[in-house]
C-alpha cells in the first residue's frame, strides 16, 4: 500500500515562501503522475500544480510564476516551492499520485496524502 507524507507547512507572512514535500513509500514518483492540491474552508479542492511521469508541469493560473513543482526521483519525493504568498493562498495542502498519469478530477488519483497546513497572514 503506498502512502504520501507532506510536510514543510507552516505559518508565513504575506510575500513570504515555504518548500512543501511529499515522500512516497515507495518508487511511484518516476512512473506516476503527481499532484498538489490544496483546500481551503468551505471551498472545493482545487488543483495547484502537476507534474506527469514525462516532466510536463500544469499550474493554476492563480499561483503562476509563485509556485513551482519538481520531484526527485532518486528520493520519491514531489516538491512545491511557492514564493510571494499570499492570504489567499491560506489551506490545506495534499499531494497526489496516480498510475494513471495525471488524472483532471482529485477522485481518479489513487493515493493520497494526509495534508499540510499552510497560513499567510
Known amino acids: 500500500h503506498v502512502q504520501l507524507v507532506e510536510s514543510g507547512g507552516g505559518s508565513v507572512q504575506p510575500g513570504g515562501s515555504l518548500k512543501l514535500s511529499c515522500e512516497a513509500s515507495?518508487?511511484?514518483?518516476?512512473?506516476?503522475?503527481m499532484a498538489w492540491y490544496r483546500q481551503a474552508p468551505g471551498k472545493e479542492r482545487e488543483l495547484v500544480s502537476s507534474v506527469s511521469d514525462d516532466g510536463t508541469t500544469t499550474y493554476a493560473d492563480s499561483v503562476k510564476a509563485r509556485f513551482t513543482i519538481s520531484k526527485d526521483n532518486a528520493k520519491n519525493t514531489l516538491y512545491l516551492q511557492m514564493n510571494s504568498l499570499k492570504p489567499e493562498d491560506t489551506a490545506m495542502y495534499y499531494c497526489a499520485a496516480s498510475v494513471k498519469g495525471v488524472p483532471l478530477v482529485p477522485s481518479e488519483f489513487e493515493y493520497w496524502g494526509q495534508g499540510t497546513q499552510v497560513t499567510v497572514s
Open positions: 515507495e518508487r511511484i514518483s518516476s512512473t506516476c503522475g
